[in-house]
């Protein structure tokens, strides 16, 4: 294959997933990993991408880019829906018990098929979330009760933040939080691009029992500009992939069980 047409191919994935890792274009394209080092230099000299570690994201994948939750919504709506369900498996049959639903719509993802699970498992369930959004797929809902976390909405999220969000979050233990991340890293660990929205995603991964992360491979190896939690803080990661490389040797390093969908 000519360079022009791995480049033309690296350019069609960036589109599709918002990044590409050097070592996974290696085994794809049967080249080494200086090919296609020399492969992502002349891209990003063309304007046409950002180099990061291990790889490169598109340029509007930025340490402080952020789509809004109705852009958001609307992507891998397939493969949020499997990770959600998957991720329901931490309940276990007949739960008894308290969870917290962060924000963002993987997390919506899994508090919509909340109910009908409980109801398979003649579970019940006390719910806490700061998001806006989430929050009506389960008011009223059979075996849930639902309380809302109040403080500043942000809009691009929809989700409640400040100090008084981070007070309230501060008084809880649930026994299980559902948590997403703009990026997760080796290095970096878990990270989004908003400052307010870190201080809120640390304090709810500080007050759980057990913290589930769901998030899908295009994630991995990003690094948004504030860091919220290390790996070593998460129980399970939930996600339609399997990590590769270093990614995967910091999860099993840190004790990381990893479910895919």
Do not use: C
Request: charged fraction near 25%; proline fraction near 2%; hydrophobic fraction near 50%.
């Amino acid at each position: 294959m000519y360079a022009t047409e791995r480049q033309a191919l690296i350019e069609r994935l960036l589109g599709d997933e918002g990044r590409v890792a050097v070592v996974e274009l290696s085994d794809r394209f049967g080249v080494t990993t200086e090919t296609v080092r020399r492969d992502l230099d002349a891209l990003e000299q063309a304007g046409a991408l950002r180099r990061v570690h291990g790889g490169a994201v598109a340029l509007e994948r930025g340490s402080t880019a952020e789509a809004s939750v109705s852009e958001r919504t609307a992507l891998n709506a397939g493969t949020k829906q499997r990770i959600a369900a998957r991720a329901l498996d931490a309940l276990g049959d007949a739960f008894r018990g308290s969870l917290y639903f962060d924000a963002g719509t993987t997390t919506a993802a899994v508090a919509q098929l909340l109910p009908a699970r409980l109801e398979a498992t003649l579970g019940e369930a006390e719910v806490v979330t700061h998001s806006i959004t989430l929050a009506p797929a389960l008011a009223g809902a059979e075996r849930v009760g639902l309380t809302v976390v109040g403080g500043r909405v942000r809009g691009v999220t929809a989700a409640a933040v400040g100090a008084a969000a981070v007070r309230s979050i501060q008084s809880l233990r649930p026994d299980i939080v559902f948590i997403g991340a703009n990026g997760v890293s080796a290095g970096f660990g878990l990270s989004t691009p908003d400052p307010e929205e870190a201080a809120v995603k640390e304090a709810i991964v500080r007050a759980a029992r057990r913290v589930v992360l769901v998030a899908d491979a295009s994630k991995f190896g990003q690094e948004s500009l504030v860091a919220f939690a290390g790996l070593d803080a998460l129980d399970v990661l939930v996600t339609d992939r399997a990590p590769a490389g270093e990614l995967a040797e910091a999860l099993a390093a840190a004790g990381v069980e990893v479910w895919i969908a």
